[in-house]
């Protein structure tokens, strides 16, 4: 185990404070471990294969807790080496102040349950069109779902303005009372 605090020690001097060193002597253990299973030798040349293990195993810890991939790692240090960027922060969403963190939110986006909500409704209103009789259906369907003007629908059914209107309302009244059919069988 000196040869893991060794190791670790020597890798902490060169990493910034909030990294644990009980992570990198657990990490660095592990790769003593598996020193151990892959040599029959011991001794100094032991001591120095042990190590290089050891080293590997502090090293792959670190960059598995490290956010940025090993690419944009390096051109991180490289930037900072030519004094190109200044220091950069990564706080997690759920770790800001919920006034910062509301802010930032994107309040337009629906919420999983909104989603849900919607695709819901949407659903029980097509299939209470789908019980319509045909010509009320494609009034519906038309003004509603495609945004086409009550002047058009009459030119396409080849009657007046006012009788769409008349339909139109006939089939708001049947779609009403089968939507609340609906939610009340859904309620009991």
């Known amino acids: 185990m000196y040869l893991v605090h060794q190791v670790v020690a020597r890798?902490?001097?060169?990493?910034?404070?909030?990294?644990?060193?009980?992570?990198?002597?657990?990490?660095?253990?592990?790769?003593?471990?598996?020193?151990?299973?892959?040599?029959?030798?011991?001794?100094?040349?032991?001591?120095?294969?042990?190590?290089?293990?050891?080293?590997?195993?502090?090293?792959?810890?670190?960059?598995?807790?490290?956010?940025?991939?090993r690419r944009a790692r390096t051109r991180v240090a490289r930037a900072q080496a030519q004094g190109e960027v200044g220091s950069v922060a990564v706080v997690g969403f759920d770790d800001l102040p919920e006034s910062q963190a509301q802010a930032l939110a994107d309040q337009s986006v629906a919420t999983p349950q909104e989603q849900v909500e919607q695709r819901m409704d949407r659903l029980a209103l097509e299939r209470a069109v789908a019980l319509l009789p045909e010509r009320e259906a494609s009034i519906v369907g038309w003004h509603y779902f495609e945004g086409i003007p009550f002047k058009t629908i009459a030119v396409r059914l080849s009657v007046s303005e006012p009788r769409v209107s008349q339909l139109h309302a006939r089939a708001m009244g049947r779609l009403r009372a089968t939507l609340t059919e609906q939610t009340g069988a859904a309620a009991a």
């Open 11 to 69: 890798v902490l001097r060169k990493l910034p404070p909030n990294v644990l060193r009980d992570d990198l002597v657990a990490a660095g253990t592990f790769g003593l471990v598996d020193a151990l299973r892959k040599s029959t030798e011991r001794g100094p040349a032991f001591d120095w294969y042990a190590r290089i293990r050891i080293r590997g195993a502090v090293v792959d810890e670190l960059r598995a807790q490290d956010w940025l991939t």
